[in-house]
């Protein structure tokens, strides 16, 4: 049993990436992400866990949980509560043709549930900086 290949939904950023490894998209992914400020704080390799915790043999998808400092900071003081949205994932899984799937939450989405024009406009500026590294990917 395997999971799906990440689909195309309203709540993400995509880019599938044909004939291009994982672990190079997981390497073209940080590079990206740094050049637009953020900064991977959590990493989780869902292969790998799923192997270890219930013995089930995946495609490799990695979970990368990014931030960018000034705009978290700004957010957080905006709305101590956002800290529950924090920090934006963005996903790095193979697909069924060789390639890889780079995908990040789309914050406009993430963040539509605080409902304060305040974050709306942080959440399009991280969506803006999300977008370009996903397409710079």
């Not at 960018?68 to 920090?87: D, H, I, K, M, T």
Request: charged share 20%; hydrophobic share 55%; aromatic share 4%.
């Amino acid at each position: 049993m395997d999971i799906a290949a990440f689909p195309s939904t309203p709540y993400a950023l995509m880019r599938r990436l044909p004939h291009v490894s994982v672990a190079d998209a997981i390497a073209r992914t940080r590079g990206a992400l740094a050049a637009e400020g953020f900064g991977v704080l959590t990493e989780i390799d869902m292969k790998t866990t799923l192997k270890a915790k219930l013995g089930v043999d995946v495609r490799e998808y990695m979970v990368l949980g990014a931030c960018n400092p000034p705009l978290a900071f700004q957010a957080l003081s905006e709305e101590p509560g956002v800290g529950l949205l924090l920090p934006c994932n963005v996903v790095v899984s193979a697909d069924d043709a060789g390639g890889s799937i780079v995908a990040a939450v789309d914050p406009l989405a993430l963040f539509a549930v605080v409902a304060r024009p305040e974050i709306e406009v942080l959440a399009l500026e991280v969506r803006a900086r999300l977008d370009r590294a996903i397409n710079a990917v």
